[in-house]
Each structure stands twice: as C-alpha cells, then as structure tokens.
C-alpha cells in the first residue's frame, strides 16, 4: 500500500488507544461519586483530588491523539 | 481534510511574522503569537489591577472575579502544598492566570491561540520543573534524592526503584507541557472541523443546507465546552505546579 494509506490506517489504528483514556475517566468520576455519595460533606477536601484524577487520566487518551494527528498532518 | 479550493483546519495554528526583526542573526519577529501573549499578559494584570482599584469591602462585579480567582488559587496552594508555600503564591498564580488568559482569548473567532503550540507550553512547563529541582535541592541538598527512594523499601530494591522513579521524574515537564498543548490542539482542530462542515454543507444548497442545523449546534456546544476545557485546563496546570512544589519542599509523595 501506498504512504498516505497507511499514514490514514496509523491515525485510525492509534485512535483505539483513546478507549483506554475513557474507561479510566469513567473509573475516576465513578470512583468520586461514590465518595461524594457516601459522605457529602467531603466535598471540598474530594475536589483537589478528583480534578487531578480526571486529569492523569485523560493525558493517556490525548497521547493517542497526539500520535494520530502526528501521523496525518506532520509526518 | 484538504480538498479542492479547501483551507486546512490546521492554519489557524500558523505562526505570521507580523513586524520582521533579526537580532545577531537569531529570528526575533514580533509574531502572531508574540502579540496574542502580550495581549494576555496586559489584560490580565489590566483586570487585576483595574478591578481592585475601588478596593470596597462590599466588592462590585468585577472586584468579586478577582478577588475569586485569588481566592480561588490561595486555597488550592494551601491545601495542596501546605502553608510553607505561601511565598510560592505569586509564581502559582501568575503561571494560572497568563495560562487563562491564553486560552481564552484563543476562544475568539479567528484569534490565535498561544497555548497550542508545543514550544510555548514546554518552556513553561521545563522553567517550572528546573525552578522546582533547584528549590528541592536548595532547600534540602542531595538529601533532595531521598524523593526518589521511598520510605521503608527493601535495600535490594532500591536503586531499580530509584531509576525508576527518576524516570518518571523526569517526564514530569513532557506530561505536564502536553496535556496543555493536546487539549488546545484537539479543541481548536474540532471546532475548525465542524465550522468547515457547516459552511460546506451550506454551500451546497437544498436540502443539505437545511441539514447545516445539526454542525451549528455541535459547534456552539463545542465552543461552551471549550471555554470550560480552558479554565480546566489552567487549573489542572497551576494543581499539579503546586503538588511538584509540595514533592519537593517535603520529601515525601
């Protein structure tokens, strides 16, 4: 094949790692939830951490990005 | 994505010479972006400053903002990095607010924004980290290198822990430069997409002009997302500036 093609399947194929970076928000706002359901007045102390969870968590799914968009426009 | 008579949605992220400068031979253009971080740089400390003039103790609207903003920021520096880093506040905020400020003037229709390009959001990022590492040695001289070894570890275990977490020490400024830049790259990308899908589809007439309702409205909804990814996105920055800067003054994590 030639190099376009496969610089179009590498985008599509590095975007599969983004379900990696969804699974792991959901266990993070699920995980805060919980906390937050169990004892609401924690709020304020479960805040800090729970952004910086979301945080953590999402920078795997951008890295997937990253690749893919590395892929299509530079390379 | 680039299709006859089609502009890329990767020319906003252009950098133009806006006033041609060469300094000993270095390239020191006064360029787009140049323009649009002075222009953040002025409103931010123009707001600032303009807003705690009346300094009321019933603060008006735009007193209230900023007083809530520092408010804001003071709290997440005492939580995270404890009391001691009171005299770090002014770094945490000035690297939060200028950050903002970027971000959301790159919200505007057709401005640049600063904070998606790699360079910028790394020079940040590595001047923090290297300001960090001297603070941390400074303070505690090489027993700074006790971070790397946690507490109560098996001694055969210790120097492949320790490389380990140099390691990811070191990939402290990347991370942090990157989640920034990716955020802002994909966000800006997303929303050129779906305008260039409106204007298409607009273009072509009849029945598929009609269908240019359902873009528009991801598109607006995109942009309300992206203004609250802009203040996400300073915040998580200016958090994890402050959880480095707790690792280092106390050398436990």
């Given at each position: 094949m030639e190099d376009t093609a496969m610089k179009f399947?590498?985008?599509?194929?590095?975007?599969?790692?983004?379900?990696?970076?969804?699974?792991?928000?959901?266990?993070?706002?699920?995980?805060?939830?919980?906390?937050?359901?169990?004892?609401?007045g924690a709020e304020g102390k479960l805040f800090l951490p729970g952004i910086l969870g979301l945080a953590f968590a999402e920078v795997i799914a951008l890295l997937c990005l990253l690749v893919a968009i590395l892929l299509l426009f530079v390379v | 994505m680039s299709g006859a008579?089609?502009?890329?949605?990767?020319?906003?992220?252009e950098i133009k010479?806006?006033?041609?400068?060469?300094?000993?031979?270095?390239?020191?253009?006064?360029?787009?972006?140049?323009?649009?971080?002075?222009?953040?740089?002025?409103?931010?400390?123009?707001?600032?400053?303009?807003?705690?003039?009346?300094?009321?103790?019933?603060?008006?609207?735009?007193?209230?903002?900023?007083?809530?903003?520092?408010?804001?920021?003071?709290?997440?520096?005492?939580?995270?990095?404890?009391?001691?880093?009171?005299?770090?506040?002014?770094?945490?905020?000035?690297?939060?607010?200028?950050?903002?400020?970027?971000?959301?003037?790159?919200?505007?229709?057709?401005?640049?924004?600063?904070?998606?390009?790699?360079?910028?959001?790394?020079?940040?990022?590595?001047?923090?980290?290297?300001?960090?590492?001297?603070?941390?040695?400074?303070?505690?001289?090489?027993?700074?290198?006790?971070?790397?070894?946690?507490?109560?570890?098996?001694?055969?275990?210790?120097?492949?822990?320790?490389?380990?977490?140099?390691?990811s020490y070191l990939v402290r400024p990347f991370s942090l430069s990157i989640r920034l830049f990716a955020n802002m790259l994909a966000g800006h990308l997303l929303l050129k997409v779906l305008a260039g899908m409106v204007v298409s589809l607009l273009m072509a007439g009849g029945v598929l002009s009609a269908i240019a309702v359902l873009p528009f409205a991801f598109t607006a909804i995109m942009t309300g997302f992206e203004i609250f990814v802009a203040f996400v996105q300073a915040f998580v920055f200016s958090l994890l500036a402050c959880v480095y800067l707790r690792d280092a003054l106390e050398l436990h994590h």
């Open positions: 399947l590498g985008a599509g194929i590095a975007m599969i790692g983004a379900l990696g970076g969804g699974i792991g928000i959901g266990q993070v706002v699920a995980g805060w939830l919980g906390a937050l359901a169990r004892n609401p | 008579g089609h502009h890329s949605p990767l020319e906003q992220f010479k806006l006033v041609d400068l060469q300094l000993f031979g270095w390239d020191v253009s006064f360029t787009n972006s140049t323009l649009f971080m002075l222009l953040a740089v002025a409103l931010s400390a123009g707001l600032v400053v303009w807003a705690m003039r009346p300094a009321a103790a019933v603060p008006g609207r735009f007193q209230m903002l900023v007083e809530t903003l520092y408010n804001a920021i003071a709290n997440m520096v005492s939580q995270t990095a404890g009391e001691k880093s009171r005299p770090f506040f002014p770094l945490i905020f000035s690297i939060f607010i200028f950050i903002l400020m970027c971000n959301l003037l790159g919200m505007i229709p057709h401005a640049f924004t600063v904070t998606s390009h790699i360079v910028v959001n790394f020079v940040l990022a590595i001047t923090l980290f290297l300001f960090i590492t001297a603070t941390g040695f400074a303070k505690h001289g090489l027993k700074f290198l006790s971070l790397f070894v946690p507490h109560g570890l098996p001694i055969a275990l210790a120097p492949f822990i320790f490389v380990l977490e140099l390691i």
